[in-house]
């Protein structure tokens, strides 16, 4: 079995939907960089790891390029999702500081599902030809651990 561990690195540049071109760093090992121009934000690309457990490297780095660019083309819908969730959380009172990071938590975890779920949405029968083979439990993992988060987040807000 091969690990989809990022041994160089390497950068891709694709220009998103609402006009910005976007920058994508992989590697060295396990670090990627993620941004527009020189604002590139490092970060361990946990979901990635947990995503292409298994999967040949070529196909593993394609696809966390496709989920690295999905959270870029996603960035719009992630701050009108996080203006929804502080405002819910101002209206209902809740503004400790443990409450506002379980909130980022769980905006992070919906960031992950939908950017997951534009790279399926890009090439649903290639992303299913290439998972066939692979063992279902990682990304069963990542999809009910990524709703739960999100769920928590809104059931915060909602409850109590």
């Known amino acids: 079995m091969v690990m989809p561990v990022q041994n160089r690195i390497e950068t891709r540049y694709r220009r998103l939907w609402f006009g910005l071109e976007a920058r994508v760093t992989t590697g060295p090992v396990f670090l990627h960089r993620s941004g527009f121009g020189t604002l590139l934000v490092p970060h361990p690309p946990i979901?990635?790891?947990l995503l292409r457990w298994g999967m040949p490297r070529h196909a593993a780095r394609e696809l966390s390029f496709a989920h690295e660019f999905a959270h870029l083309q996603a960035a719009p819908l992630l701050l009108v999702y996080?203006?929804?969730m502080g405002v819910a959380a101002l209206r209902g009172g809740r503004a400790g500081i443990g409450i506002?990071?379980?909130l980022l938590a769980s905006a992070q975890a919906a960031w992950e599902l939908i950017s997951e779920g534009i790279v399926f949405l890009q090439d649903s029968e290639r992303y299913r030809m290439i998972y066939m083979a692979l063992p279902m439990?990682?990304?069963a993992l990542f999809w009910t651990l990524g709703c739960l988060l999100m769920s928590a987040g809104w059931m915060v807000l909602l409850i109590s």
């Open 82 to 84: 996080l203006l929804l």
């Open 137 to 139: 439990f990682p990304r």
């Open 47 to 49: 979901a990635n790891e």
């Open 100 to 102: 506002w990071f379980f």
